[in-house]
């Protein structure tokens, strides 16, 4: 078992994960957050935006890196890395009707 990947379709695995976990644990994450500190506005206000720009950022990570999975590497997991940059675009847009304080 190697830890450090040795081709270049590995290596796009490898970079685009954390952005595909962020994609899941964001919202897990700001839904405990929320619950936790529902009484204070302001600190809500604070993080939601750190939140919602980290789904900004993974959407753009997402979906450039799909693509250049899909055309430079003829890569079979381009289109698992597009459907995740899209759904975090979802959730830039719905996030702050969930969130409201």
Do not use: C, N
């Not at 590995?10 to 994960?17: G, R, T």
């Not at 980290?54 to 289109?79: C, D, F, P, T």
């Amino acid at each position: 078992m190697q830890i450090i990947p040795t081709s270049k379709h590995e290596w796009s695995k490898l970079v685009l994960f954390p952005f595909k976990a962020y994609s899941v644990l964001g919202a897990v994450g700001a839904f405990v957050y929320i619950w936790l500190y529902s009484d204070r506005a302001y600190i809500v206000d604070k993080i939601m935006g750190l939140i919602w720009g980290g789904y900004v950022l993974s959407a753009l990570a997402l979906i450039v890196g799909g693509l250049v999975q899909k055309y430079a590497m003829k890569s079979r997991e381009a289109s698992s890395s597009i459907v995740f940059g899209i759904v975090d675009l979802g959730a830039v847009f719905f996030l702050p009707l969930f969130f409201v304080a």
